[in-house]
């Protein structure tokens, strides 16, 4: 038998508290992103019902498919690599986008939104090539390069961790995506406040939350 999401979330929470103990945070500073492409809309709905109401999908069919069942009782995160030509698909459904990583993406949110769209610039940390994101080094570039757009707001930054269970690993990964912030927020950008931290999944949300998270996104772990 599957667990039910509120006992999933149960477990989690005292995870969540735990990790925020270790390192002195408060944890209502980490958001919890239920994420639900692989699970129908009826699971996605009884995460609302426990009190999720963060809702991720890396798809727009599955995003429209759920959207239009939970609409506005959730907020919608899109996390997935994100087409050009399918952003008029979620543009009116997603209130966060954690995958911006190049400026024809931008350039068709800004076009397409009718207010501005807090976006997360995808970092990829860890040099994957199996991964999307930038490289480190491209991301100031690129983040200033995003003033031309004023509907594409820079709320924080996103990474996928490597898939491994070496701790160090990850912790690095994490905190370089820390650094890249604080490096960011010291230019003052105003359409780039860059406050928060779209890290850690399943397998590494306690890490990522010592490391400074402010939304874990959770799959396999919450919801199945
Ligand atoms: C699938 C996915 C997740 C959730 O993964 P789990 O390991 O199941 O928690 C988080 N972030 C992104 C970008 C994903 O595609």
């Not at 939970?70 to 997603?94: C, E, M, S, Y």
């Not at 930054?157 to 491994?164: D, F, K, Q, S, Y």
């Not at 931290?197 to 919801?223: K, P």
Request: charged letters at 25%.
């Amino acid at each position: 038998m599957t667990a039910s999401v509120a006992s999933n979330l149960e477990q989690v929470k005292e995870q969540i508290n735990l990790a925020c103990e270790k390192v002195g945070r408060h944890p209502e500073e980490v958001r919890v992103v239920a994420v639900t492409k692989y699970v129908s809309t009826e699971r996605a709905q009884e995460a609302v019902e426990a009190g999720l109401i963060h809702l991720g999908e890396n798809r727009d069919e599955g995003m429209t498919e759920k959207y239009e069942e939970i609409g506005d009782k959730a907020t919608w995160h899109f996390i997935g690599t994100l087409q050009t030509r399918k952003v008029k698909n979620i543009i009116n459904q997603a209130s966060y986008i954690h995958s911006l990583d190049r400026l024809s993406l931008a350039k068709e949110i800004n076009k397409r939104a009718s207010k501005p769209v807090k976006c997360f610039v995808q970092v990829n940390v860890a040099e994957e090539e199996s991964k999307h994101g930038l490289s480190a080094d491209e991301v100031v570039p690129f983040i200033q390069a995003l003033e031309e757009y004023p509907n594409v707001q820079v709320v924080g930054l996103m990474t996928m961790a490597p898939h491994t269970d070496d701790e160090k690993v990850l912790r690095n990964c994490f905190k370089d995506l820390k650094k890249l912030q604080q490096e960011i927020q010291t230019l003052n950008l105003r359409y780039a406040p860059c406050q928060e931290l779209s890290m850690g999944m399943s397998n590494d949300y306690q890490i990522a939350i010592e490391e400074g998270a402010t939304f874990i996104r959770l799959g396999t772990t919450l919801v199945g």
